[in-house]
Structure formats: C-alpha cells, structure tokens
C-alpha cells in the first residue's frame, strides 16, 4: 500500500472484489480510508465491496452484481450531489448549478442550458455543435426534440457513420446537418461557413478534447449568443494554461488536454462574451454573449466565482442513465 496511490490501491481492491476476495478488497481499502479520511472513492469502493458480501452470502448463484453495484453507486452519487447542491453559494437564484439535469446530455448540461434560453430567449433556434461522438449523449440532442434545428461537426468516420444510421429521420428532413470534419484554427471557419446557418445562432457548443481555445478564438463565421466549451478542471484559476497549438491534434485519454477555465474565460470576454456558470463535474463552462446576458446572471463573471473542480464520478453516479441511450421519432398527442 505505501507504494500505491489511493486510486491504485482502490482499483487492485475492486479487481479482487471481482475475483471474490472480498476480505482482501476490504482491508485494502480501509487502509486507503486510514490514510486518506473521507476519500470519496474509497468509501464508494468500500460500500460496493461490503455489497457484494452481503449478495454473495444471500446467493452463490447471483451473476448479475453489476446492477446492483450500479444501483449502490448512483444512489451514493445522488447523495454527493444533494449534500453539494444544498451549500449556500448554490442558493441565489441567478446561478445555474441547481438548474442542472440530464436528459441526453452527458451530465447535467441539459437543464443548465434550458435555463440559460429560459433566461435570455430564443431567437433562431439554430445549434452547432463541434464534437458529438455518436450523438447519442451531447448538449443539442434535447433540442431537436424541442423543435430546434442545427448541425453537428464530427471527425471520427465511424461516429459519423453511427449518426447517420441513428439520426436518419432528422437529416433526411434538414433538421440536422452532419459534416465529417476534423476542425482546427485553419479549418472551422471555412467548414462552418459551408453549413449556410444564420450567422447569430442562438447555441453554439465546442468540445473536441484539444483545440477548443484555438477554435472558439479564431471562429467568426458565426455569432452564436450562447457558448458551451469544454475546460481542463485540473487548472484551477487563476492558473492560465492553455496546451501549444497542434492542427493534428487528437486527445490521448489522458489529462493532458483544452484550457484552463481561467484562459478560456479571458478570451471570452474579449470576444464579447460573459461567463455565466460551470456544471459540477467540472467539465462545462457557459459564456452568454454581453448584450443578451444583462443582468440576468450571478456577478462577478469571472473564473473563480463560478468554477467546478473535476467531479467526473458523478457521470457514471448520479448522471448515469437509467437505460441505454437511443434516439427515435415521438409523435405529439
């Protein structure tokens, strides 16, 4: 153990818990738990282990843990989010955190951008969106069951290839464009320009694991009111870190990657913008264009106000589906 980080330690603990050796995986982990009191995980960890003990002495047969662990750790995600949600600073009802839910994005940007439109308005109800996957969980997939309409940026042939299969009805109707693009500071504002949008679209979100600053500073082709970019919640303000220009770059999995939220929302304010607030898994930053946003929003905009530390548990926690996502025509009664 003294030669383990916690997050090691916590990860052999859940591989033996696998195996069976739940004695082993407990000790382990409570002595993660000596060492580091509190450790969210550990205890996360500690309560799927003494859950599994507990199925395992009911039934030798059961094969199906994973539900239950899942079930076990929402419910501890739901609690962690409750408990932070209830904290003063969250309770003026011009911050966004407690507006917060999912419904087809991946954590709680659905609600937050709701209320952010519910605030300023909508005009167009035009989207882009430069980085989607498959589509399935991004910030714009609410919206064309709202009634929007929009286009999604994506440079993986394979998403792209799902999109079109999963998205059909929408693209055959020209609800939703799709372009195979792999966009950089030298390309987005010819390959944005070919989508033929209005040139102040209401909603504009960028999350391509890498370039976002260098897009979102170079990008002119549109006006969007609101702007969703993704930031590197490791760089707290006032740090100011940004990685180096590469018009090839591709994300490695790892936390090396986008901007700070302090750099992202300098440049913002010099291209006009505003931020409004952050979700709490600390992936999202929202900016809302200075005209639109009068004082509609918690002050002081700036970095330090409003940011989230990475809390990217609560995506496979509180923000997990209760089903596999799919996307499918409804019809209105």
């Known amino acids: 153990m003294t030669q383990l980080t916690p997050d090691q330690a916590i990860g052999i603990a859940l591989e033996e818990a696998r195996k069976g050796n739940l004695d082993d995986a407990g000790g382990l982990i409570r002595q993660v738990l000596e060492l580091v009191p509190g450790h969210l995980p550990a205890i996360l960890a500690l309560q799927v282990v003494e859950s599994e003990r507990r199925l395992a002495t009911l039934s030798a047969t059961v094969t199906n843990l994973d539900l239950a662990i899942g079930a076990l750790t929402k419910t501890q995600g739901c609690q ?82 799902a999109i079109n299969r999963t998205f059909a009805a929408p693209i055959a109707s020209r609800t939703l464009k799709v372009v195979e693009r792999f966009v950089n500071r030298e390309t987005v504002n010819d390959v944005v320009s070919g989508l033929a949008l209005p040139y102040e679209i209401d909603l504009l979100s960028i999350d391509i694991d890498g370039n976002d600053y260098y897009v979102f500073d170079v990008l002119t082709a549109i006006a969007p009111r609101v702007v969703v970019v993704e930031y590197n919640a490791q760089l707290p303000p006032p740090v100011r870190a940004v990685v180096p220009y590469r018009p090839d770059w591709v994300w ?19 291209k006009g913008y505003r931020l409004v607030g952050c979700n709490v898994t600390g992936i999202n930053a929202f900016f809302v264009r200075n005209d639109q946003a009068r004082d509609l929003f918690q002050d002081p905009p700036d970095a330090a106000n409003f940011y989230h530390p990475a809390r990217y548990f609560l995506g496979a926690t509180a923000f997990m589906p209760a089903h596999p996502v799919a996307f499918g025509p409804y019809v209105s009664h």
């Open 80 to 161: 962690f989010l409750a408990t932070l949600l209830a904290e003063a600073r969250f309770g003026d009802p011009k911050r966004l955190e407690r507006f917060g839910s999912k419904s087809f994005s991946q954590n709680d940007e659905d609600g937050i951008i709701a209320e952010i439109f519910r605030r300023i308005g909508t005009t167009n109800r035009t989207f882009l969106e430069i980085g989607v996957d498959d589509g399935l969980q991004c910030n714009t997939h609410l919206l064309l069951h709202q009634g929007w309409a929009g286009a999604w940026i994506q440079a993986d042939r394979g998403q792209v290839e």
């Open 252 to 270: 490695r999995g790892d936390g090396y990657f986008g901007a700070s939220l302090q750099s992202l929302t300098d440049l913002a304010s010099r």
